[in-house]
């Protein structure tokens, strides 16, 4: 009878120890744990992982300060996936089979694409913090915090069809799954809102000469150019020496600053987008901003890149909010990633430090609130250019280009 008591009780740890494992934690957990997955080295890291990281543990801070969640602490763990998939897929094992995490943010492309079919085996909720196109729809527990490109090109295109008369239009892409990914939206969402997609070249992410391109874009005569190109502001400066100045249209152009400096005088009047970073419309941002310099000193505000910070800023409270709908709603299991994920699809638009935003259930994008810009000359210094502000839309209006 002992041996079968003691049995029953090995088992249960061992069962116990599995729902761990994946991911299954305390009803009622003595610290709100969560992961968080960035390129901390190698070749992608930069200062804007930094500003990221920077960010969301200034917010955890802030939570635990104001008492937590029902008083009790949040811990941020952050692992190293170095931008790749095969170490992102590790760090995630990691932070669900060790750290119990039932919640994680995750940066860069691949590795959130190699971690989506996890977050659906072992039901973790994963928030990205990629912008590709391809990570629409790519997992049930994927859900995306910035405004991905398929979300910018919407409102870009509206402004470009209706603002400046832009009927047809043409593409230029890096031959990367980011690239064919925007081609293959583009291709079906010209048609859907009527203007006429002229064409497209690519170019391997490693070019440097783009002469073959300019020369067969130049023959669509459209009336403007998406470029889906990461960091290539050469292309610009090789169209204009070539004697083409399209109009450029691109999501990339507000990402890299190196675009201002070095696409030269063909910049001029390309429109860019990004979630909206106006301080008139958002005075959170104030608040987050003086919370920043009390922590990280005076004058250590981000001069770009602005809304990297928002985003990884709102990632803590997003799961504070989802954890405290759970309680309120009375489920034991609220801190799961089953659970959560219910909780991110039934909560009113999340009040984000950069505006309202709300999830497609079918897709994970984020509707956010979306700034546009036109580039304009710097007059303080020659061939250069900065970003003027030139339209708004909100969450909700978003939604509607769908």
């Known amino acids: 009878m002992k041996g079968i008591e003691v049995g029953a009780i090995l088992m249960g740890l061992w069962l116990g120890f599995l729902m761990c494992g994946d991911g299954v934690s305390a009803k009622e957990p003595e610290k709100y744990v969560f992961g968080g997955s960035q390129a901390l080295s190698g070749p992608a890291y ?3 992982i930094d500003t990221i990281v ?3 543990n200034l917010a955890v801070e802030e939570i635990n300060q ?3 969640i029902g008083g009790k602490k949040m811990e941020l763990i952050w692992e190293d996936n170095k931008a790749r998939g095969p170490e992102g897929v590790a760090v995630l094992n990691k932070l669900i089979s060790i750290n ?7 940066g860069y492309t691949a590795p959130i694409m190699a971690c989506a079919p996890i977050g659906d085996q072992k039901k973790v909720l994963l928030l990205g913090q990629g912008y590709g196109p391809a990570l629409a729809g790519a997992g049930k527990y994927l859900f995306h915090i910035p405004a991905n490109e398929l979300i910018l090109i919407r409102a870009m295109l509206d402004y470009a069809k209706k603002d400046l008369n832009v009927k047809s239009i043409g593409l230029i892409h890096v031959n990367d799954d980011m690239g064919i990914s925007v081609k293959e939206f583009l291709t079906g ?3 859907k809102i009527g203007i006429k997609f002229a064409g497209s070249e690519a170019f391997d992410l490693a070019a440097a000469d783009y002469s073959v391109q300019i020369e067969k874009a130049k023959r669509w005569k459209a009336d403007a150019v998406y470029a889906s190109v990461h ?5 610009i400066r090789q169209s204009t020496e070539k004697g083409w100045t399209p109009l450029w249209i691109a999501c990339p152009f507000t990402t890299y600053a190196e675009y201002l400096t070095q696409a030269g005088r ?3 009047g390309a429109i860019s987008s990004t979630a909206d970073v106006s301080v008139e419309r958002n005075p959170a941002l104030i608040r987050v901003k003086e919370s920043w310099e009390r922590k990280y000193g005076k004058d250590s505000w981000p001069k770009g890149g602005v809304h990297f910070l928002g985003y990884a800023y709102d990632i803590p409270y997003l799961v504070k909010t989802l954890a405290e709908y759970g309680k309120k709603k009375g489920w034991e299991d609220y801190w799961t990633g089953e659970k959560l994920r219910q909780a991110i699809l039934e909560i009113p638009p999340f009040e984000g430090c950069m505006g309202k935003i709300a999830f497609d259930p079918k897709t994970g994008l ?3 609130n979306v700034q546009l810009f036109r580039a304009v000359e710097n007059p303080a210094q020659k061939d250069t250019y900065q970003w003027s502000p030139i339209g708004f839309y909100s969450y909700d209006q978003i939604q509607k280009l769908d």
Not at 100 to 106: G, K, L
Request: with cysteine.
């Open 366 to 368: 984020s509707y956010r």
């Open 46 to 48: 930069s200062v804007v």
């Open 266 to 268: 063909g910049l001029n």
């Open 66 to 68: 104001q008492g937590g």
């Open 100 to 106: 119990h995490v039932p919640v994680a943010t995750i």
């Open 189 to 191: 969402y010209c048609q």
């Open 231 to 235: 960091v290539h502001p050469a292309l």
């Open 54 to 56: 920077k960010g969301a």
